[in-house]
């Protein structure tokens, strides 16, 4: 059993569950709330939210005397080690988060650690956008606490994964654990708090720990409207929705896999564009709104932007491409982006030179030599037939996907050429600032 003293600020969804939980651990836990309603509750053993098994939960724990609430921040803090911040974060009518109670209740926090000894740990489960807890709770912290972060008091985020209405069993059995922290102590501190907490233990850094909680939320979120328009596609078609998801769910190797989950270039070829484009229409065609697949081309067209932008900005005119039909392994320059990032590039007057292994021009026939030729029909005079011609010609090289020829880039080029990478290849640090990764 855990013997921590913790106070837990909010008892809101999150907070209520936190607490009886980790008293329930066999912690000292003190609950923290302005609202007088909620923190009676606690103390009179009742839930102060409805929550299957909660009211059981608080009951047993306060009558164990492990659990009880107050309003009385110092206090809570001064009684305490660790303190975890379950303060709500709710959107701003722009869409930014209202921080001012998460703040708040920094100063009250950060004002009781002034008459405390250093090596208080603050956790942060509350969802903040990533770089909060660097640029706004730790200055707030510091300032109406007068101790530096590190030295004084340590800092962590504990994202929170649980679902309302099975709050009790996510919390013991969460999808990860994931901590945040930059300071060894917090780190270890959280992972002693786990112990009895099943799951995967996931440590990194405060901001990645802010930002796993948003791609993972966009992603649920995703998958609901994406799942719905495919709904209604069937239905409208008058297919079995369920018949086509059950299928589509049963492939877990491309579809519920960490397939197509690697930020890179945009996506092109001979069926993904293609297939998108016609699905959008059956939509059309069926009267029916399909604002997810609908923008999942636009998405993939600014993705080529995106790149064409940092092209221009590094501000090197003779640029060699590795690798531009639309993925490693294959001739296939059909919608390759690599094929329009070149286009674009020659339009605004760069000085280019191409290298794939697998394009041999006279060997091309039918759609594929259509498109690439109607893309660049100068093309031949771009293409050299080796890396090292490629590197001799190039201020810049831009890697356009992962092939093992390309992984050794770092130690061969000069030391006045610089590298844009599409495809993460692995030698990264060896060039540090001459190194750009098109999104990492
Ligand atoms: N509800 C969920 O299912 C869920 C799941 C994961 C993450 N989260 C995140 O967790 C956070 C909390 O969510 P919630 O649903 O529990 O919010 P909530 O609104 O239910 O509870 C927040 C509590 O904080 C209290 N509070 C406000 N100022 C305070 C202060 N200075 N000191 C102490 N307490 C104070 C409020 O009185 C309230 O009781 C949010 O950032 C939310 O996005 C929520």
């Known amino acids: 059993m855990n013997t921590h003293r913790i106070s837990v600020f909010g008892l809101g969804y999150v907070g209520s569950v936190t607490a009886a939980c980790l008293a329930d651990h066999g912690n000292q836990v003190i609950g923290v709330d302005p609202q007088a309603a909620k923190v009676d509750a606690i103390n009179r053993g009742r839930a102060p939210i409805v929550e299957e098994g909660l009211g059981d939960l608080?009951?047993?724990?306060?009558?164990?005397?492990?659990?009880?609430?107050?309003?009385?921040?110092?206090?809570?803090?001064?009684?305490?080690?660790?303190?975890?911040?379950?303060?709500?974060?709710p959107s701003r009518a722009n869409g930014d988060l209202d921080l001012s109670s998460v703040l708040h209740a920094c100063g009250e926090i950060g004002g009781a650690l002034r008459h405390q000894s250093d090596g208080h740990i603050i956790v942060v489960r509350s969802t903040v956008l990533p770089g909060t807890i660097r640029d706004r709770v730790a200055p707030a912290l510091e300032e109406a606490s007068g101790k530096r972060r590190r030295d004084g008091f340590s800092l962590a985020h504990n994202?929170?994964?649980?679902?309302?209405?099975?709050?009790?069993?996510?919390?013991?059995?969460?999808?990860?654990?994931?901590?945040?922290?930059?300071?060894?102590r917090a780190a270890a501190a959280l992972r002693a708090l786990c112990t009895e907490i099943d799951g995967p233990?996931?440590?990194?850094?405060?901001?990645?720990?802010?930002?796993?909680?948003?791609?993972?939320?966009?992603?649920?979120?995703?998958?609901?409207?994406?799942?719905?328009?495919?709904?209604?596609?069937?239905?409208?078609?008058s297919i079995d929705s369920y018949e086509v998801m059950r299928i589509f769910c049963h492939d877990t190797k491309l579809n519920i896999s960490e397939a197509y989950l690697r930020p890179g270039f945009a996506f092109g070829g001979s069926c993904l564009p293609k297939d998108l484009r016609a699905l959008t229409y059956l939509g059309r065609r069926l009267d029916l709104d399909l604002p997810v697949l609908g923008s999942v081309m636009p998405s993939n067209r600014v993705q080529v932007e995106h790149a064409?932008?940092?092209?221009?900005?590094?501000?090197?005119?003779?640029?060699?491409?590795?690798?531009?039909s639309f993925k490693a392994g294959t001739d296939d320059l059909r919608e390759s982006p690599l094929v329009e990032l070149v286009e674009r590039l020659l339009g605004?007057?760069?000085d280019i030179r191409l290298y794939?292994?697998?394009?041999?021009?006279?060997?091309?026939?039918?759609?594929?030599?259509?498109?690439?030729?109607?893309?660049?029909?100068?093309?031949?005079?771009?293409m050299v037939n080796n890396v090292e011609a490629a590197l001799e010609h190039a201020e810049l090289v831009v890697v356009g996907y992962d092939e093992p020829e390309f992984r050794s880039i770092a130690r061969r080029i000069r030391s006045d050429q610089?590298?844009?990478?599409?495809?993460?290849?692995?030698?990264?640090?060896?060039?540090?600032?001459?190194?750009?990764?098109?999104?990492?």
């Open 58 to 89: 608080v009951a047993r724990n306060v009558t164990a005397g492990r659990l009880r609430a107050t309003c009385d921040a110092e206090e809570a803090v001064s009684r305490s080690d660790l303190t975890i911040v379950c303060i709500g974060t």
């Open 159 to 184: 994202p929170e994964f649980l679902r309302e209405g099975t709050a009790i069993r996510d919390f013991h059995n969460p999808p990860k654990t994931v901590i945040g922290a930059d300071d060894p």
């Open 201 to 237: 233990v996931l440590v990194t850094t405060i901001e990645a720990a802010e930002m796993v909680k948003y791609a993972d939320n966009a992603w649920h979120a995703l998958k609901i409207a994406f799942s719905n328009e495919i709904g209604n596609v069937c239905k409208a078609a």
């Open 308 to 324: 064409l932008r940092r092209i221009v900005a590094m501000g090197r005119r003779r640029v060699s491409v590795l690798g531009f």
């Open 348 to 350: 605004k007057g760069f």
């Open 356 to 382: 794939d292994r697998n394009v041999n021009l006279a060997r091309l026939i039918g759609a594929n030599r259509e498109f690439v030729f109607r893309a660049i029909p100068h093309i031949a005079s771009l």
């Open 418 to 440: 610089f590298v844009l990478d599409m495809a993460r290849i692995s030698e990264r640090d060896a060039l540090e600032e001459r190194y750009d990764g098109i999104n990492w």
